[in-house]
């Protein structure tokens, strides 16, 4: 039986279809014991059948994400019920982990074609791609060949690549990629930008194929490091790929978020004031339509510190809502007062460690 699925905190999510009775769901009540087959790869578990909260379920809007409204409405409106898969066993350690990857990359084609809106209609996203080009700008400079890792649909790709830096453009996602080479021949820049569509593990061998062994540096901002569950493989890698003394920028979905953690506590809101203290993090307790990886710049550098030297960390949106706060924006002109007082706070000590997110320089050592 073909089904669609979401992964959460380690266990597999599937919705059955609305089309009638399905003798697959029935035999779970009697026989929970199910092998699962996902990225090429079998697994055991156990399985459960649950019920959703409502329409507001965090699991529904995950798996509408995924799969697209229109799918949704066709295949699993009116779908009430769940099966809940606690993985067993595996053939290998790192099974789930390529599932994770499927799942991820699946989650990001199904939004591709509507990710700029996202982006560009949303001020705090804005607003963070806006500080993260401030910081580019500075660090690469023209003629340079610079990885981006998780490129989406190349918000900052094309700004760098307009600005004479050559981008090799990595993505999971082949229909962000898509969108971004539609993007870059429409603005004349196809020639400065080299789409490659790779898991990070096979990172390396793809920049090969490409022709490129040595690159002057790389980053990576707001997303792709907090969903990547090999980050030592990942970092290992670019440190292999990136020259000495190159740089790399990453910016980071931060553990400790001054806005949140006060926020949701006047809320009374305590296990929203406290979500990212826990990782995983779980889908619902994130802006992340997959369970995601919240880091300090101290959790961070465990897995840098032999590898990159920090140079400078800034902190992003300390007091400013985050993208799904938007509401709580306060009106001009005190937005714009608060932006000018976020940035003047952002290089300095707590405050870059309490934003939102981190942007942090290293240097490849």
Excluded at 65 to 89: C, L, M, N, P
Excluded at 90 to 95: G, W
Excluded at 178 to 183: D, G
């Amino acid at each position: 039986m073909l089904v669609r699925f979401i992964t959460v905190d380690g266990r597999i999510v599937i919705f059955p279809q609305n089309q009638g009775r399905q003798d697959w769901v029935l035999n779970i009540t009697r026989n929970p014991q199910v092998k699962f087959f996902g990225a090429g790869r079998a697994f055991d578990g156990s399985a459960k059948l649950k019920q959703i909260s409502g329409l507001n379920d965090p699991l529904l809007g995950v798996f509408t994400r995924k799969y697209g409204e229109s799918e949704v409405r066709k295949r699993y409106w009116g779908q009430t019920r769940y099966v809940e898969v606690d993985i067993t066993a595996q053939s290998k350690s790192e099974d789930y982990a390529e599932l994770y990857y499927a799942d991820l990359e699946a989650a990001f084609d199904g939004v591709a074609e509507g990710y700029d809106h996202h982006i560009f209609g949303n001020p705090m996203n804005l607003w963070l791609r806006n500080r993260s080009l401030y910081y580019l700008f500075q660090l690469f400079t023209p003629g340079q060949v610079v990885l981006e890792l998780g490129c989406g649909t190349g918000t900052e790709t094309l700004a760098l690549a307009k600005y004479g830096v050559k981008i090799i453009a990595v993505d999971i996602s082949s229909k962000m990629l898509n969108v971004l080479a539609r993007k870059a021949r429409d603005a004349g820049l196809s020639d400065a930008i080299v789409p490659v569509h790779a898991h990070p593990y096979n990172l390396k061998a793809k920049l090969k194929e490409n022709g490129f062994d040595k690159i002057d540096g790389a980053y990576s901002t707001y997303g792709a490091i907090n969903t990547e569950p090999r980050l030592d493989r990942l970092f290992q890698d670019l440190h292999s790929l990136i020259r000495p003394g190159g740089s790399l920028l990453l910016g980071v979905w931060n553990r400790y978020c001054l806005y949140e953690m006060l926020g949701y506590s006047l809320k009374l809101r305590p296990s929203m004031a406290v979500a990212r203290l826990r990782n995983p993090v779980p889908v619902g307790k994130s802006r992340f339509c997959i369970s995601s990886y919240a880091y300090s710049v101290g959790s961070l550098s465990k897995y840098l510190s032999r590898l990159f030297r920090v140079r400078r960390v800034y902190g992003v949106e300390m007091l400013l809502p985050a993208s799904n706060l938007t509401r709580y924006l306060p009106p001009e002109p005190l937005l714009r007062l608060v932006k000018r007082v976020d940035t003047a706070l952002e290089s300095h000590y707590p405050w870059n460690r309490l934003g939102d997110h981190f942007l942090g320089i290293y240097s490849r050592v």
